[in-house]
């Protein structure tokens, strides 16, 4: 009995090939299992939103060296920000105080535009921090691997249990992708003529650091999203130095 | 014992994911005609699936569960797209049109050959060629009997023949 089943009878190949995909793109995304209960930076972005979001604009945002590929710059940025021993990043963000006490500040699409710095050491696997704000009472937050401290006017004002930030795991671009992609954070790789565009795209707010192939600097790294139907920049990392922090 | 569930899941997500990695890419590729936001969408679709942890055990036909929620994914995009940038139609095919020489003259072929076809047939037709499915995964993927997923690829590719050669374009 013939049937539909018959595949012969039941498709033209003229049309089949013209619908046949000749040209197609490749991709290169790996689907990993990551590792239960690791800390990582892209953990911290729950536990402390404003100091893990200039990490992370940090993570991507930094290269001197001069590559040919956004992949070779970003890894060579990887690179440097793992044997630096310390760095200094000036930042400016939108704020508004956490109710909740837990941290300092929220990114706010409608807060204040503060300046701020924060200072990372590395220690060994540890990554210590400090983001001094200037706002009225002097903030300052310490991470320092072990605990958070808050103080504000020179006073201690609260101290809490914290595990600090563990940036070496994120020491490849397969690793990185791997960890942006289990907290819903897209890393991207995009080349513009002379620009090299590193972007992430979490649920609210991306981040996009622009890098110059010819000048092998990083141009500038930006954390923005959409609010009411305009795209609102909410932090953006001014300026990082390298081995410029004094030893402590 | 929830984490040992979860990491199950998680490991049965990654390993679909992985194995029908090349296949996803290429079905989204097809329907949103750009390597970077099929590489979006597929990411996306794994860090939404893997949001739902122990809940995946839930789901017997994961993979089918995957193109589905591809399907959805790429058709939401293409729907916030579609109001501003409308597809050609068929009437103004030229024969040059039919030889592509890249990706995007190609999508563009096969973006105006799909949308001469009602959505069911060009899901059909879709899942079939860019994404490499059975005619049974496709039934199942789409809900629909073995016979009409058959039927419905049949319909499709002879009423694109007969649009072509009504337009002396085969």
């Not at chain 1, 290169?28 to 972005?45: I, Y």
């Not at chain 1, 650091?209 to 920049?233: D, H, I, M, P, W």
């Not at chain 2, 069911?120 to 899942?127: A, M, W």
């Not at chain 2, 994404?131 to 009409?148: K, V, Y």
Request: proline share 3%; charged share 30%.
């Amino acid at each position: 009995m013939k049937t539909n089943n018959n595949l012969d009878n039941i498709t033209d190949r003229r049309v089949e090939d013209l619908l046949s995909p000749r040209f197609a793109p490749t991709t290169s995304l790996e689907f990993k299992v990551p590792a239960p209960r690791r800390r990582t930076l892209w953990q911290a972005v729950r536990i402390g939103a404003v100091a893990a979001m200039v990490a992370v604009a940090v993570v991507i945002g930094i290269s001197s060296v001069q590559t040919s590929t956004a992949r070779e710059v970003v890894e060579q940025a990887l690179t440097q920000l793992l044997e630096s021993d310390n760095y200094l990043v000036r930042f400016t963000a939108h704020v508004t105080e956490n109710k909740s006490s837990r941290e300092l500040y929220d990114i706010d699409f409608d807060g204040t535009p503060t300046q701020g710095t924060v200072e990372i050491r590395k220690e060994e696997s540890k990554i210590k921090m400090a983001i001094k704000w200037q706002d009225e009472a002097r903030s300052m937050e310490l991470y320092d691997g072990e605990s958070y401290r808050r103080y504000q006017n020179g006073q201690l004002v609260l101290e809490r249990p914290h595990g600090g930030i563990d940036l070496t795991p994120l020491a490849t671009i397969d690793n990185l992708k791997e960890y942006a992609l289990l907290t819903g954070l897209l890393l991207k790789f995009r080349e513009e003529g002379d620009m090299i565009l590193v972007s992430t795209r979490g649920d609210k707010v991306g981040i996009v650091a622009r890098f110059s192939k010819s000048e092998g600097r990083l141009l500038g790294a930006e954390c923005s999203g959409q609010y009411n139907g305009q795209q609102v920049t909410v932090l953006t990392v001014d300026q990082i130095d390298f081995d410029v922090l004094p030893a402590e | 014992m929830k984490l040992t569930t979860e990491n199950k899941q998680h490991t049965r997500l990654a390993q679909l994911m992985q194995s029908e990695r090349d296949h996803l890419f290429r079905y989204a590729c097809y329907r949103l005609g750009s390597a970077t936001d099929a590489d979006d969408v597929v990411q996306e679709l794994y860090v939404k699936l893997s949001r739902q942890g122990a809940r995946l055990a839930e789901i017997d036909d994961l993979k089918g569960y995957v193109y589905r929620s591809l399907s959805n994914s790429c058709t939401s995009l293409l729907r916030s797209r579609r109001q501003f940038a409308p597809t050609e139609t068929l009437d103004t095919l030229r024969s040059d049109d039919l030889a592509p020489t890249d990706f995007e003259q190609e999508f563009r072929l096969i973006e105006r050959l799909m949308a001469h076809l009602p959505e069911e047939q060009s899901e059909v037709i879709r899942l079939r060629i860019y994404g490499g499915r059975t005619f049974d995964e496709i039934a199942s993927i789409c809900n629909i009997p073995l016979t009409t997923a058959k039927s419905r690829f049949r319909y499709g590719i002879d009423k694109l023949r007969e649009a072509l050669e009504k337009r002396g374009l085969l």
